[in-house]
């Protein structure tokens, strides 16, 4: 028999709230975390809204003594820290007396760190001529005397595991998996498969992504994924909706604390509840595209149904990667008849990027939280925006309005670019 895995805490830091609780009351609203780009100036960019992380400040969770480097991180270290406080706390757990921290180790989902945009472009203007050379002496020379070396370090996507390590005294397994828009998701399975096959006790996992600067909103635009409803911000993230032109780019992080059942059972420990599926694939299609027939995506539900050996109608619901574009939704739709059969048209399904914008490295760990508070609380939440039917995307969608309804078991999807596909399923005990 494999080992159990359940969920004993949870945090998170988002455009929509800086606690599960507040982000979860306002997804229940439809509240939108989307707004005008406060973060630099972005007049001159087609897209000039997005889901910023509103008047955060890491010392409300950790003081700079403890933490001295954080004035020199970039906001996704921040908003990982954050979130990782929270959850550990939500846990019980005192790392710091673990009777074998080596037990315990850290699997994310993180995305690379903040960049100084402007020292770069100043570096290059100084080192172009006007002929239109480019003196790379110079160029390497200034660099090297003006470029901060610990906020360098602080790019590496690992980096943010490491430091929660240290943070926690968790000598375990350290990962982190930079799969685009399922890399949350998929760290989450794979910490869950590291305590199922013994190699830990316990697992912080989630994930934390800021592209929220001139280089991330210049490279969505030119994919052209980016929503352009600049005029109506809070309505311009619309999964599902025949109206939808792109999605709108968000920040944050989300932490869940993995626990070995029995392990969380002798200490009393709350639990939220169990990880029962996991299912991971690849489309090995187009970089920046995905299958029409959503074959990837079926593949990995159906590898997550499986893995829980469970049958489709045994899903109450789906949080949805539905991204608002075109493409995706679309596409998700095919994947989810292909998966569900039947099913996939009773089974409610919503997408919360709706309100949150998408978070890319980090939306994974968001939304399996929020299935993980639909299973607590028995409520659906709804898409946000959601009005006007689209047929090619034919499915309950849940618009408006949270629903109640009595939740057993429920599944969290995403997709990313590169073509990696992950699927979860949460039990109640």
Same mark, same amino acid.
């Given at each position: 028999?494999?080992?159990?895995?359940?969920?004993?805490?949870?945090?998170?830091?988002?455009?929509?709230?800086?606690?599960?609780?507040?982000?979860?009351?306002?997804?229940?609203?439809?509240?939108?975390?989307?707004?005008?780009?406060?973060?630099?100036?972005?007049?001159?960019?087609?897209?000039?809204?997005?889901?910023?992380?509103? *008047? &955060?400040?890491?010392?409300?969770?950790?003081?700079? $003594?403890?933490?001295?480097?954080? +004035?020199?991180?970039?906001?996704?270290?921040?908003?990982?820290?954050?979130?990782?406080?929270?959850?550990?706390?939500?846990?019980?757990?005192?790392?710091?007396?673990? /009777? *074998?921290?080596?037990?315990?180790?850290?699997?994310?989902?993180?995305?690379?760190?903040?960049? $100084?945009?402007?020292?770069?472009?100043?570096?290059?203007? /100084?080192?172009?001529?006007? $002929?239109?050379?480019?003196?790379?002496?110079?160029?390497?020379?200034?660099?090297?005397?003006?470029?901060?070396?610990?906020?360098?370090?602080?790019?590496?996507?690992?980096?943010?595991?490491?430091?929660?390590?240290?943070?926690?005294?968790?000598?375990?397994?350290?990962?982190?998996?930079?799969?685009?828009?399922?890399?949350?998701?998929?760290?989450?399975?794979?910490?869950?498969?590291?305590?199922?096959?013994?190699?830990? *006790?316990?697992?912080?996992?989630?994930?934390?992504?800021?592209?929220?600067?001139?280089?991330?909103?210049?490279?969505?635009?030119?994919?052209?994924?980016?929503?352009?409803?600049?005029?109506?911000?809070?309505?311009?993230?619309?999964?599902? *909706?025949?109206?939808?032109?792109?999605? +709108?780019?968000?920040?944050?992080?989300?932490?869940?604390?993995?626990?070995?059942?029995?392990?969380?059972?002798?200490?009393?420990?709350?639990?939220?509840?169990?990880?029962?599926?996991?299912?991971?694939?690849?489309?090995?299609?187009?970089?920046?595209?995905?299958?029409?027939?959503?074959?990837?995506?079926?593949?990995?539900?159906?590898?997550?149904?499986?893995?829980?050996?469970?049958?489709?109608? $045994?899903?109450?619901?789906?949080?949805?990667?539905?991204?608002?574009?075109?493409?995706?939704?679309?596409?998700?739709? +095919?994947?989810?008849?292909?998966?569900?059969?039947?099913?996939?048209? +009773?089974?409610?399904?919503?997408?919360?990027?709706?309100?949150?914008?998408?978070?890319?490295?980090?939306?994974?760990?968001?939304?399996?939280?929020?299935?993980?508070?639909?299973?607590? /609380?028995?409520?659906?939440?709804?898409?946000?925006?959601?009005?006007?039917? /689209?047929?090619?995307?034919?499915?309950?969608?849940?618009?408006?309005?949270?629903?109640?309804?009595?939740?057993?078991?429920?599944?969290?999807?995403?997709?990313? &670019?590169?073509?990696?596909?992950?699927?979860?399923?949460?039990?109640?005990?």
């Amino acid at each position: 028999m494999r080992r159990r895995v359940v969920v004993t805490g949870m945090g998170c830091v988002s455009p929509v709230g800086q606690s599960p609780d507040e982000a979860w009351r306002a997804i229940q609203a439809g509240k939108s975390g989307i707004a005008r780009i406060t973060r630099f100036d972005a007049d001159h960019f087609p897209t000039r809204i997005a889901a910023e992380v509103k *008047d &955060f400040d890491l010392r409300k969770w950790i003081s700079p $003594d403890v933490f001295p480097s954080f +004035v020199k991180t970039g906001p996704n270290i921040q908003f990982g820290v954050a979130a990782a406080l929270q959850a550990v706390s939500d846990s019980g757990l005192e790392t710091s007396k673990l /009777d *074998d921290p080596g037990r315990f180790g850290v699997y994310l989902g993180s995305g690379e760190g903040a960049q $100084d945009f402007l020292l770069l472009m100043k570096t290059i203007v /100084d080192a172009s001529g006007a $002929d239109g050379s480019f003196d790379l002496s110079r160029f390497t020379r200034q660099g090297l005397a003006t470029f901060d070396v610990e906020m360098e370090q602080n790019q590496e996507p690992s980096i943010l595991a490491g430091r929660l390590a240290g943070l926690f005294h968790a000598t375990g397994p350290n990962l982190n998996s930079l799969t685009a828009c399922a890399a949350s998701t998929q760290a989450i399975g794979e910490a869950t498969e590291l305590i199922r096959s013994g190699d830990a *006790d316990i697992m912080l996992a989630g994930g934390a992504h800021s592209m929220i600067h001139p280089f991330g909103i210049t490279g969505f635009c030119l994919l052209t994924t980016l929503s352009t409803r600049n005029d109506a911000p809070e309505s311009a993230s619309r999964p599902f *909706d025949r109206e939808r032109d792109g999605f +709108v780019l968000g920040e944050g992080a989300a932490m869940l604390v993995l626990e070995e059942y029995e392990h969380a059972a002798r200490r009393g420990a709350r639990i939220y509840g169990e990880i029962v599926g996991y299912g991971v694939t690849a489309d090995a299609y187009r970089p920046t595209d995905i299958p029409p027939d959503g074959e990837g995506m079926a593949r990995a539900i159906g590898l997550s149904l499986k893995n829980a050996r469970l049958n489709p109608e $045994d899903i109450g619901y789906v949080n949805a990667h539905g991204t608002s574009t075109k493409a995706n939704d679309k596409t998700e739709t +095919v994947a989810l008849k292909t998966a569900l059969g039947s099913h996939s048209r +009773v089974v409610p399904i919503s997408s919360t990027k709706g309100a949150t914008g998408h978070l890319v490295a980090g939306c994974g760990a968001l939304e399996a939280m929020f299935s993980l508070l639909a299973l607590r /609380d028995q409520l659906v939440p709804p898409t946000a925006n959601y009005e006007f039917p /689209d047929p090619e995307c034919d499915l309950d969608y849940v618009p408006r309005e949270p629903r109640e309804k009595s939740l057993r078991r429920v599944m969290s999807n995403n997709s990313g &670019f590169g073509g990696q596909n992950a699927s979860l399923i949460f039990s109640s005990l």
